[in-house]
């Protein structure tokens, strides 16, 4: 019996929603049917209570503002997030908090529309970014500079996800040499953006260069992915700094 009871200790299995009670999810499209997340309030509404059932409770909302594909403004994204909110009271769903900000492609569009003042960070003063998947966007330093001019702190969303680094690990070093936080997808924790992803996820958080989490989740589909992770113990300590870091900065 005692022969059991080791061999199930020592095989029992992490996962990942065991660490992420009364996690705060700072990038996230779950409002309805503004960019490429959750159609419908239906959509947004399944997928909070599914949220809700793993302990996170607490949301910045964070659609793309992206030139020609998602021209979200404060307009478009406070008109969806009152729909979502009316329905959580509706519902009876006053312990969720919903507040919003964006994910800003940085594009031929993104400085004027730092120079309009059009930008929706959030509330404390951080300003999540992204790039295209395929290169770097040309005005990329410039952009971060106007950033700073603004007195915003960069957030660049998913840095494992985008392959060009890949070959170029000094580039994340130099990201945070210049003030830039990074804040890497709970999903890359697995194989869900594939295997090459993962392995870069492991190795910034190894490195001590990644400063949140969240979930950029779109869809039911990848929140149930989320519940299946597996996390190894030997990665429990590197991840748990950044989840405790991601609920402090912005609970």
Same mark, same amino acid.
């Given at each position: 019996?005692?022969?059991?009871?080791?061999?199930?200790?020592?095989?029992?299995?992490?996962?990942?929603?065991?660490?992420?009670?009364?996690?705060?999810?700072?990038?996230?499209?779950?409002?309805?049917?503004?960019?490429?997340?959750?159609?419908?309030?239906?959509?947004?509404?399944?997928?909070?209570?599914?949220?809700?059932?793993?302990?996170?409770?607490?949301?910045?909302?964070?659609?793309?503002?992206?030139?020609?594909?998602?021209?979200?403004?404060?307009?478009?994204?406070?008109?969806?997030?009152?729909?979502?909110?009316?329905?959580?009271?509706?519902?009876?769903?006053?312990?969720?908090?919903?507040?919003?900000?964006?994910?800003?492609?940085? !594009?031929?569009?993104?400085?004027?529309? &730092? /120079?309009?003042? +059009? *930008?929706?960070?959030? =509330? #404390? %003063?951080?300003?999540?970014?992204?790039?295209?998947?395929?290169?770097?966007?040309?005005?990329?330093?410039?952009?971060?500079?106007?950033?700073?001019?603004?007195?915003?702190?960069?957030?660049?969303?998913?840095?494992?996800?985008?392959?060009?680094?890949?070959?170029?690990?000094?580039?994340?070093?130099?990201?945070?040499?210049?003030?830039?936080?990074?804040?890497?997808?709970?999903?890359?924790?697995?194989?869900?953006?594939?295997?090459?992803?993962?392995?870069?996820?492991?190795?910034?958080?190894?490195?001590?260069?990644?400063?949140?989490?969240?979930? !950029?989740?779109?869809?039911?589909?990848? &929140? /149930?992915?989320? +519940? *299946?992770?597996?996390? =190894? #113990? %030997?990665?429990?300590?590197?991840?748990?700094?950044?989840?405790?870091?991601?609920?402090?900065?912005?609970?």
């Amino acid at each position: 019996m005692k022969i059991i009871v080791m061999f199930h200790f020592f095989n029992k299995k992490n996962f990942l929603t065991d660490y992420l009670e009364n996690f705060v999810d700072i990038h996230n499209h779950i409002l309805p049917g503004i960019d490429d997340g959750a159609n419908t309030v239906e959509d947004s509404l399944e997928i909070i209570k599914g949220f809700s059932k793993i302990g996170i409770t607490k949301f910045i909302a964070t659609p793309h503002i992206m030139h020609n594909y998602y021209p979200n403004d404060r307009e478009s994204i406070h008109m969806a997030q009152g729909i979502l909110l009316d329905r959580l009271l509706h519902e009876g769903m006053k312990d969720i908090t919903l507040d919003v900000a964006a994910e800003h492609m940085i !594009d031929s569009n993104f400085e004027l529309l &730092l /120079d309009q003042r +059009k *930008e929706m960070p959030h =509330k #404390n %003063s951080f300003l999540l970014i992204e790039m295209s998947y395929l290169q770097p966007p040309i005005n990329f330093d410039q952009a971060i500079e106007k950033i700073a001019s603004h007195r915003y702190f960069p957030i660049l969303a998913h840095p494992e996800r985008y392959n060009f680094l890949h070959s170029k690990s000094s580039k994340y070093s130099k990201f945070k040499q210049s003030g830039i936080l990074l804040q890497m997808n709970l999903l890359s924790l697995s194989d869900y953006y594939g295997k090459e992803v993962q392995n870069k996820t492991f190795k910034l958080l190894q490195d001590g260069l990644i400063d949140y989490a969240a979930s !950029d989740l779109h869809n039911l589909h990848q &929140l /149930d992915c989320l +519940k *299946e992770i597996q996390i =190894k #113990n %030997s990665h429990i300590k590197f991840l748990l700094p950044v989840i405790e870091k991601t609920i402090n900065d912005f609970y």
